[in-house]
């Protein structure tokens, strides 16, 4: 082999060697989050945190948002990806930088986040597709990085402006209030005054890819992607000899930040994170094979509690380094379920679904390998409990009951199914009463050792839990359904009294009921709430002292005594820790499991130990010292947000001020408030949040963990909103207040008061005007009707007046017409008869005598119509014609009563041959009374004399 080839291989193993022992991934719990939870870009380049300890991360979709409950992304108009984050507490500004701009964030009074750009400030400066790569503050000014400009922001004047570093600028790096910063060309400089001076420009310092700096007693810590590690200090750079760069420089080192005054913490691009001591030692090694999503971590920060968040290449990482729980697992070795994890005597038992594993143990349980755990031979099948009891261990298997020690097994019965065991005393006389698939077992304790006795007659059933209370009743949970309490014979033989306890006993529900006792009194758990034995009804009811005091773990389904003054509560994902001494319960500590892990499905179990109590899990457990004296600093509890939940408006609601000088006034329209609260919570113990309005409900109502809290249709009055959390430690947080007041409605107030007042007066007023105008309305109608009834009568008589003065005057027309015909036919015959006379005269030539014929004349004409026959003709057509001539006299004044008689006859529809005869003269005369009339009357050539005539 050749040298070189040789010498690689050696180092090779030498590195692996070293990585293999360093690595420690049960000292710190991770919890990983990806995109598809925070809803944003995978990258994620910068981290930041807020007063209140809000997360901010520089993700590749704009600003990511997350108080620990809830995310939120905060797009840059431009979509751009935010490489770098700044916090300033000063100003409580959030500065941020992407491409071509940079500027900060800030919240308005109504809690939401809005961007304002400082690069728009710059004068005669054009950005060349710059991006911000890191962002620090120094004194009053901001300083934002890309690699060709310094661009530096006065926070007193508001000034912009843009400082040419002469060489690519890279990462801005601050240690003891002086900035750092390589720039190409000229070495590693300081920033001061808006001045760049160098420190360093040796040939490293003008090339390295420097990305951060930290303090160290033996200089400044450079961190080069390239090379790794190297001390500064008096101008001068050197590699970093020690343990952690024989392996750091080969990962690309990318971030860093230093943890309490002893440690750092080394992001890489290619291995991970790193935990050193501040002499150079590898403390602690995290990558992709032990908890991280993956091996490039591009940013990184310590929150308010000094835990780690890293910004990944797909996704980001808690990394709790101050966690007391330390979680055991192993996908590949441990068993798939553990039910039960005991130490004794120099052993270590582990309790799974195929029997129990055994090895020889004397260390920490995190220092367990389970691939040096051997299955006990004789033990098979499910572990149903593992316990100590008086200084022996005993196993409850579907193979029987079983004591074990130092890896050895003693049967006590090999029957079928022991499911739970207690204790029982009797005259001195131990006894141990054991639940089984089918029936109860008792046995008795003779030469220090348990001796089966007999099965108790009487039961039969499978059985879950068994409880013994103070006054000596069995309590049976059966696994499925039901619940018995049984009383048995002195001598422990036989059942003599069995009750059933279910629906119609008080309890909720006959299933997956749990029993166990607290301080000898029986306790039973149901799911949703817990339920205690009352001696005085012989029922069960709701056990609300313990229910309040355990808050939203009152759902627990397994309660596992601790000692004599503490108990475990078990719910699904949670347990809490409860103190119970002289009957007084308060809240110790509390934990939540991480999403990645679980409990055994319906075996919830925490195994008490005298180091440790021990978590029972999916493929693997998690250690809790029993005394822990961790001062977690929790962060204070503040409203995020007001909404008024208007009504008319959409779901979202009305935004309202988070803090206003005056208290905030709502209509009675208003009156539905949703208030959002948070105090920041990054590890997996859920945070229990409780309020009240004072005024309304006094009481503290638990809202378990929601956080948002929404009160409807509230009545008017002054009301404060209080809120608190309840932290997993059992401390509590500050309380918050939100003072409102809801108007009464305008009727109830006193404009309203007065409003309805006057508006009764003007009502009463109006209705006085309105009936005395109804009353004068229904008169004039009554007396119109009365009126119109009169006229129509009137009417009507007129009417029959005038069809008779009618039917006489159209009687005295006929009549008029035919005397007027009479008197013509009578003047036409008379003048037949005399014409013929006259002919007859003529032909008798004298031969009839002159006085004959005179006489016969006379006579003949005086037959002829005469003056008194006209004038009785135009008395009667004036009585037929009412009012005839005085229209003609009014129309026509200059007509003359031969003109008025001549209309008379045309009236009566005569032509001029018939007026002729009857006034005696020629048809010629006629037609010229006829011309004269016309013309004295004004008518034209076309108008028809007759016609007119007619229409008087």
Excluded at 67 to 83: E, T
Excluded at 231 to 246: F, Q
Aim: hydrophobic residues 35%; glycine residues 6%; charged residues 25%.
């Amino acid at each position: 082999m050749k040298p070189a080839n040789l010498i690689l291989l050696l180092f090779l193993l030498f590195q692996t060697t070293l990585i293999s022992a360093i690595e420690n991934p049960f000292g710190i719990f991770v919890i990983n989050h990806d995109r598809s939870e925070y809803q944003a870009m995978s990258q994620n380049w910068a981290v930041a945190f807020d007063d209140l300890g809000r997360a901010y991360f520089g993700n590749s979709g704009g600003v990511l948002e997350y108080n620990g409950k809830n995310w939120v992304l905060h797009q840059h108009k431009s979509k751009s990806a935010i490489r770098a984050l700044l916090f300033d507490e000063e100003s409580h500004r959030l500065y941020s930088g992407c491409y071509e701009d940079f500027g900060y964030w800030k919240r308005d009074s109504v809690g939401v986040l809005n961007y304002y750009s400082l690069a728009e400030n710059l004068k005669d400066y054009s950005f060349s597709s710059e991006r911000i790569w890191s962002i620090v503050k120094s004194g009053k000014e901001i300083l934002f990085q890309s690699f060709p400009t310094l661009f530096i922001y006065n926070t007193e004047t508001e000034e912009v402006k843009p400082l040419a570093p002469k060489g690519e600028l890279m990462f801005l790096g601050k240690v003891n209030d002086t900035v750092y910063s390589r720039v190409r060309g000229r070495g590693i400089c300081r920033i001061e005054a808006g001045e760049i001076k160098v420190v360093d420009n040796s040939n490293f310092a003008k090339e390295a890819t420097i990305r951060f700096y930290l303090p160290n007693e033996r200089g400044i810590i450079v961190g080069d992607g390239k090379s790794g590690l190297h001390i500064l200090k008096n101008g001068k750079t050197e590699k970093w000899k020690c343990e952690a760069n024989e392996v750091l420089s080969s990962k690309d080192v990318n971030s860093a930040v230093t943890i309490g005054d002893n440690a750092y913490a080394i992001g890489t691009l290619l291995g991970g994170l790193y935990i050193i001591s501040h002499d150079g030692k590898i403390l602690s090694h995290i990558d992709r094979q032990s908890k991280l999503e993956n091996n490039t971590v591009l940013g990184m920060a310590l929150d308010h509690s000094g835990d780690l968040w890293l910004g990944m290449d797909n996704g980001l990482s808690y990394v709790d380094l101050n966690s007391t729980i330390e979680y055991k697992i192993d996908m590949d070795n441990a068993p798939s379920a553990i039910y039960s994890v005991i130490k004794h005597n120099g052993y270590i038992y582990v309790g799974t679904n195929s029997g129990v594993l055994c090895s020889k143990f004397d260390k920490d349980y995190a220092d367990l390998d389970f691939r040096e755990l051997s299955l006990l031979e004789g033990i098979s099948g499910h572990i149903w409990k593992l316990e100590i009891l008086r200084g022996e261990l005993l196993c409850g298997s579907n193979n029987g009951i079983f004591r074990l020690d130092q890896g050895n097994i003693y049967p006590l019965s090999t029957a079928t199914g022991g499911t739970d065991f207690e204790i029982i005393e009797k005259n001195g006389q131990e006894w141990l009463i054991e639940s089984t698939y089918f029936k109860i077992r008792m046995f008795k304790r003779e030469n220090d050792q348990w001796v089966f006795s007999h099965f108790v007659d009487g039961f039969e059933g499978s059985c879950r839990f068994i409880e013994v209370d103070h006054a000596g009743y069995i309590w049976i949970s059966h696994e499925i359904k039901g619940l018995n309490r049984l009383k048995l014979s002195d001598d422990f033989r036989k059942v003599v009294s069995n009750k059933y306890f279910g629906l119609e006993s008080g309890l909720p529900t006959e299933y997956q009921l749990n029993v166990f006792t607290v301080n000898n009194r029986v306790v039973v758990t149901t799911g949703e709430e817990i339920y205690t034995y009352d001696d005085l009804t012989d029922r069960m009811v709701s056990f609300d002292k313990l229910n309040n005091n355990l808050g939203r773990f009152k759902k627990a389904v397994n309660i596992v005594i601790a000692d004599q003054n503490h108990f475990w509560a078990i719910a699904d994902n949670e347990a809490v820790y409860m103190s119970n001494v002289s009957d007084s319960m308060s809240f110790v500590r509390a934990f939540t499991l991480d999403k990645q892990f679980s409990f055994p499905d319906k075996y919830q179990n925490i195994s008490i130990n005298k180091d440790a109590s021990v978590i029972c899990l999916e493929n693997g457990f998690a250690i809790l010292p029993n005394e822990s004296n961790d001062e977690y600093q929790h962060q204070p509890l503040v409203i995020t947000k007001v909404v008024n939940a208007k009504k008319g408006v959409d779901s979202k609601g009305i935004l309202l001020p988070l803090k206003s000088e005056n208290i905030l006034e709502l209509k009675q329209r208003d009156n539905s408030l949703e208030f959002t609260i948070n105090s920041v919570n990054y590890g997996p113990n859920d945070v229990t949040y409780q309020y009240r309005i004072v005024n309304l409900y006094d009481d503290w109502i638990e809202g378990e963990t929601q956080n948002v809290n929404a009160i409807n249709d509230i009545p008017h009055g002054k009301y404060v909103y209080q809120a608190r959390a309840v932290f997993s430690d059992g401390n509590r947080s500050n309380v918050v207040e939100y003072p409102f007041v809801i108007l009464p409605p305008w009727f109830a107030s006193k404009t309203g008061v007065v409003v309805i007042i006057l508006s009764l007066v003007v009502c009463v007023g109006l209705l006085i005007v309105f009936n005395k105008r109804i009353l004068e309305k229904q008169t004039y109608i009554i007396e119109k009707k009365h009126t119109d009834q009169h006229k129509k009568n009137q009417t009507t008589i007129e009417q029959l007046q005038n069809d008779v003065l009618q039917k006489e005057l159209e009687n005295l027309q006929g009549k008029l017409s035919v005397s007027a015909n009479a008197l013509v036919e009578k003047d036409r015959s008379i003048n037949t008869i005399k014409r013929e006379l006259e002919i007859m005269f003529q032909k008798l030539e004298g031969r009839f005598p002159n006085r004959d014929y005179d006489k016969i004349l006379k006579v003949i004409n005086g037959q002829l119509t005469q003056k008194k026959d006209m004038l009785d003709f135009e008395r009667h057509f004036a009585a037929s014609q009412s009012g005839f001539y005085d229209e003609l006299r009014q129309n026509y004044p200059n007509l003359t009563p031969a003109d008025l008689r001549l209309c008379s006859l045309l009236k009566m529809n005569m032509n001029s041959k018939e007026i002729s005869l009857l006034l005696g003269i020629t048809v010629r005369s006629v037609e010229v009374s006829r011309y004269r009339l016309r013309k004295k009357m004004g008518l034209e050539a076309e108008e028809n004399l007759t016609k007119v005539i007619m229409k008087y």
